[in-house]
């Protein structure tokens, strides 16, 4: 059996429904808990970040700044960075393609009560951060350590985020920019390959302000330039979108897919594309939401589940959108980028697949710098050696974006999806069992914000079963001042 063949395998028994009705099951749970926090507090969520922006400009004008910070604004660019990928046109394409038009459904129920399960995942990461340098530090392994004192647990996840984010990962978003380049000019992967990885070394040996630096610019810019087109194609064929969410929906619970069998193609593929594009629940985005300095852990949580609504509900929208407009998701030989570079020529001509490729290359290489860290804050919570930090650096930016842009769409795919499955069931067991935290965290958050208090605060004295583990927290500046601690 080949490599590709064995991967596969192992990759459906995984990914089985277990996984993904612990995904499904997790996020209606933290759903309930939190009484519906990624609904009823959007307005907190975008007041929170747009307040962030400004205060990020301002302190980065000031001569004296004498402390290198990360704003919660420049945590959700990162983060979003790495959402805000091939996921979001190569996924979308491979998840219709072979799971149909009904896979969109699919994406759009993940990512809303996903949601919920991002704002625990992040909060927790807010809560359990260490200091580190000039800036903080922290994620799943370190609240794995610090919350349920579980080395060898914490461990496994850093082993597994760094393959899969920090290795494989990498090799999708330079395959993927490599195929686009190929069929807009013609370029070889054999020389686009070591220019991506050239690059990306550049970046990455700059440390994590360079990263939030680069992709403070470059996020904005690729996700309004490409929202903008999608919308102007969509306004342009207005007459077809009542038919597009038909088809959505419909194949989505059609009885001849239930009859078939072909409806756990449709919701498999929609989960995984949709977790892969928008990461709630894998264990990502919480190792850049603790690199964030803020007054509350629930704020960044906040923060990082918007994140999740701007990837899968807008940008993923996007591509399905022009997809399904295009009708050529039924055309067998299309798949991937290759299907969304075809689809926007059909409605924007020649310059179609020249601006997908710009496109790609702008998305996908800023997830490579925000692959690159996650793997980063992993190895140094495993260990301090500078040769290894050095060997992994070589190895993320470099030897995996070669091999990404020389293998095969199938095998780099498999790969990503099998790392995937392993890190988000080890992700999801640790949030369940500290998730309690998050909800009593929340619960704080909304009384100070109900006593009329602006920006809350949070000090470790509020939780003083754990406040021996909150080194990024400080205590309270006295006695008097130390607020009541949260209810249990």
């Known amino acids: 059996m080949e490599l590709n063949e064995l991967i596969t395998s192992i990759n459906d028994a995984v990914w089985g429904y277990v996984l993904i009705f612990a995904l499904v099951g997790c996020g209606v749970w933290f759903t309930f808990k939190t009484r519906f926090v990624q609904f009823r507090m959007v307005g907190e969520m975008l007041r929170l970040l747009t307040d962030s922006a400004v205060n990020t ?13 990360i704003s919660s604004f420049q945590a959700f660019a990162v983060s979003v960075a790495t959402r805000v990928g091939t996921g979001n046109l190569a996924g979308v394409a491979s998840a219709i ?31 359990f951060k260490q200091k580190h340098k000039d800036s903080f530090i922290g994620g799943p392994a370190y609240y794995i350590q610090r919350g349920l004192h579980q080395r060898w647990m914490a461990v496994t996840f850093a082993v597994l985020i760094t393959c899969q984010f920090g290795l494989s990962n990498n090799s999708i978003q330079a395959n993927t920019i490599c195929g686009a380049m190929q069929e807009a000019f013609g370029w070889s992967p054999v020389w686009v390959g070591p220019v991506l990885a050239a690059l990306g070394l550049f970046i990455v040996f700059g440390g994590i302000q360079r990263i939030a630096h680069v992709s403070a610019v470059l996020v904005p810019v690729m996700a309004i330039g490409y929202v903008v087109l999608a919308i102007f194609i969509i306004v342009m064929n207005i007459e077809h979108i009542p038919h597009v969410f038909k088809v959505i929906v419909l194949d989505a619970f059609g009885v001849e897919k239930v009859i078939g069998g072909g409806i756990g193609a449709t919701i498999m593929n929609g989960v995984k594309r949709g977790l892969f594009s928008n990461e709630a629940g894998e264990g990502s985005a919480p190792n850049v939401a603790a690199t964030a300095t803020t007054s509350h852990p629930v704020k960044q949580g906040l923060i990082q589940a918007l994140g999740v609504f701007t990837d899968t509900l807008l940008v993923c929208s996007c591509t399905a959108f022009i997809i399904l407009i295009s009708g050529l998701y039924n055309v067998p030989e299309l798949n991937g980028i290759a299907l969304t570079q075809s689809a926007l020529q059909s409605e924007v001509g020649t310059a179609g697949p020249i601006f997908i490729a710009i496109a790609i290359f702008l998305f996908a290489f800023s997830s490579i710098i925000g692959n690159y860290y996650y793997g980063e804050a992993n190895i140094r ?84 079963e754990l406040a021996s583990e909150l080194e990024g927290w400080e205590y309270a500046p006295s006695q008097s001042s130390i607020t009541k601690t949260i209810e249990q």
């Open 97 to 127: 393609a072979i799971g149909g038009p009904g896979a969109v459904f699919w994406m759009w129920v993940i990512a809303l009560i996903g949601s919920a399960t991002a704002f625990v995942e992040s909060t927790l990461a807010q809560l």
């Open 381 to 464: 919570f495993i260990t301090p050696n500078p040769t290894v930090m050095t060997v992994y650096r070589i190895c993320s930016a470099g030897v995996m974006v070669i091999f990404g842009a020389i293998a095969s769409f199938e095998l780099v795919w498999n790969i990503v999806d099998f790392f995937m499955a392993f890190l988000t069931a080890c992700n999801l067991t640790a949030i369940v069992l500290l998730g309690r935290y998050a909800f009593r965290l929340l619960d704080d958050y909304r009384k100070q914000k109900r006593q009329g208090i602006k920006e809350p605060v949070f000090y470790r004295n509020q939780l003083p």
């Open 57 to 69: 400009v301002e302190t980065q004008v000031k001569e004296k700044q004498t402390q290198k910070h």
